[in-house]
């Protein structure tokens, strides 16, 4: 894949960039919707946690901001793995222009939706970095480890890409369980209970899922400034690698067939 990419570095960056301005394309305010979307939901989740449930990630705290801040930093990591996961399901349909192209590297489209969702948590992190500051007036000394903590969850992302993308052109039903995957995905992951509140004969469900590491090493080195877990990381990116090789795989083999069935 990295020789492909290296390759088609040109091409992938074009495509990269056309995807993003796509999103934007016709509306008044383009790219700063990217923004100040994230800005608005941290407004909301800030006041609706802080002030209306005024709920606390850890009982044992009087901050009241915590909660909210907590919650943009998972919810910020499960959206870019969320995001490529609902796009793969049209990734291919949508492309069928590619399809024809004999000498088109249809692999680099999960890559390119994949960036795309990495700029949009890019930015996430980068407001959520800027209220850290306002708020508490410190940035998390750990804070460079975050591109470390990236890979996993990049990895992974890529992987799913290929995996979903390369199924929904044969099974129509894919983008259906896709959806109820993602859902329940997002509430096995810790992004609105930390993983010490589930109960222990519960947790195994939780520790299944390969986010809850990722989640978990996010916030560690965005908000507590701690060191990245490593047990946690080793974990997590065997798993993002195993679910890549298999993605890999299965869109290698089902691509052939591609033209025959769109």
């Known amino acids: ?13 074009q495509l990269v960039k056309k995807d993003i301005q796509q999103r934007y394309q016709g509306s008044v305010l383009g790219m700063l919707w990217s923004f100040i979307v994230p800005i608005l939901m941290l407004i909301i989740y800030t006041f609706v946690f802080s002030e209306v449930f005024q709920a606390k990630w850890n009982i044992d705290t009087s901050n009241k901001y915590e909660f909210a801040l907590v919650l943009f930093c998972g919810l910020s990591a499960f959206n870019l793995v969320g995001e490529v996961m609902n796009r793969a399901t049209v990734l291919i349909a949508m492309n069928t222009n590619y399809v024809k192209k ?29 209220a850290k500051l306002i708020l508490y007036h410190n940035i998390s000394s750990t804070l460079y480890l975050i591109f470390i903590a990236l890979v996993p969850l990049v990895v992974m992302s890529v992987g799913l890409g290929l995996f979903i993308s390369a199924l929904s052109v044969y099974l129509k039903d894919v983008s259906n369980i896709i959806s109820v995957l993602v859902t329940v995905l997002m509430y096995m992951s810790p ?7 589930v ?8 520790e299944a899922n390969p986010m809850t590491y990722i989640i ?23 798993v993002a690698f195993a ?3 298999l993605g890999k795989v299965v869109f290698m083999r089902a691509k052939e067939g591609f033209a025959d069935v769109l």
């Open 1 to 13: 894949m990295l020789k492909v990419l290296y390759k088609n570095n040109y091409l992938l960056r």
């Open 102 to 130: 004999v000498i088109f590297p249809l692999e680099i489209l999960p890559v390119v939706v994949t960036i795309s969702a990495l700029f949009n948590c890019a930015i996430s992190y980068i407001i959520l970095i800027v």
């Open 191 to 197: 992004v609105f209970f930390p993983l010490s509140s």
């Open 199 to 206: 109960p222990e004969r519960f947790r195994f469900i939780c």
């Open 216 to 238: 978990e090493n996010f916030r560690n080195v965005v908000l507590y400034g701690e060191y990245i877990n490593w047990k946690f990381y080793g974990i997590s990116c065997i």
């Open 243 to 245: 679910i890549y090789l």
